[in-house]
């Protein structure tokens, strides 16, 4: 069983900046860093999309919308994936979720992601 738990998320204003966590707790070490990890949103109306995602090696890979304001990157040590995000754009609005990429079976309670003025 495997709980991932994001946090991080609010009401920012357009332009501004976020830093999203996403903390494997329950899962050992050895076994985190082996995990390729990925960064998820839905916004209202939409379907869930994939944002970012980074390997067990550091690789990443980021959709087009996001690729230059935000970052995904790992701390191995606090089992943790972060996601950051800067220029923040309305149409970035949306719940973020944290996953081992490629697994869909099971999601967490996300965090929301507001842009507005």
Request: glycine share 12%; with cysteine.
């Amino acid at each position: 069983q495997v709980q991932l738990v994001e946090s991080g998320g609010g009401l920012v204003p357009p332009g501004g900046s976020l830093r999203l966590s996403c903390v494997a707790s329950r899962m050992i070490f050895s076994t985190f860093i082996t995990k390729h990890m990925a960064w998820y949103r839905q916004a209202p109306g939409k379907q869930r999309e994939l944002v970012a995602s980074i390997t067990g090696g550091g690789s990443t890979d980021y959709v087009d919308s996001v690729r230059g304001r935000f970052t995904i990157s790992r701390h191995n040590s606090k089992k943790t994936v972060y996601l950051q995000m800067n220029s923040l754009k309305p149409e970035d609005t949306a719940v973020y979720y944290c996953n081992i990429y490629g697994s869909t079976d099971f999601w967490g309670q996300g965090t929301q992601v507001t842009v507005s003025s």
